[in-house]
């Protein structure tokens, strides 16, 4: 069981996005406090509406919306998070860490964390196999992000190739096995 653990999703403009949901859905289910951090472009493709239905908290968008409580946001939730995933990992965001950009509510909360983050990317088979892309993902594996790798399956632009977003179960299971949800531990 997932229950009292702290998981923030950070969703991006991909068109696998709307695959967050059922992961928010199930996690939540488990008893899981899952918050949300959504990106501009991420917004264009679901609503946060939908993923405040969802996960039963507000989702932040903007890091300059007007608040009700004076906090640094991203600092209280990278501080709050057991784990943070980011689903899907677009070149953009996978980048931006890699280089140290944080512009937004979502790179500057994973700068900020000291939690594991995972990153499931989901793109075009030529942006993921770019060898930038490639170099910023081998960068982030050696500071220590973990990485779901994208699965060979009908790609949004025709084409059946690498770069389709993992299996829930495998993501699901990933999320656990870092939580340590399912370790026993043995009375001596």
Do not use: W
């Not at 932040?60 to 998070?81: C, P, W, Y």
């Not at 983050?117 to 196999?129: D, K, L, R, T």
């Not at 770069?163 to 999320?175: D, F, M």
């Amino acid at each position: 069981m997932l229950k009292n653990k702290n998981i923030i999703i950070g969703i991006t403009g991909g068109i696998a996005c709307y695959k967050a949901c059922e992961i928010i859905s199930y996690l939540v289910k488990e008893g899981a406090n899952v918050d949300v951090i959504m990106t501009k472009n991420a917004t264009e493709f679901i609503t946060p509406l939908t993923i405040e239905t969802l996960s039963k908290n507000k989702v932040v968008t903007d890091m300059f919306e007007k608040k009700e409580h004076i906090e640094v946001e991203h600092i209280s939730l990278a501080r709050k998070a057991d784990l943070l995933l980011v689903l899907p990992a677009t070149a953009n965001i996978i980048g931006k860490v890699a280089n140290g950009i944080a512009d937004d509510m979502l790179s500057t909360t994973i700068m900020a964390t000291t939690s594991k983050v995972i990153f499931a990317p989901a793109m075009n088979n030529e942006m993921y196999n770019n060898i930038i892309v490639q170099d910023n993902i081998e960068k982030l594996k050696k500071y220590g992000y973990e990485f779901i790798d994208p699965i060979v399956g009908n790609l949004a632009c025709g084409y059946k190739a690498i770069g389709k977003l993992a299996k829930k179960e495998t993501i699901l299971e990933t999320i656990k096995e870092i939580l340590d949800v399912n370790k026993k531990v043995e009375n001596n």
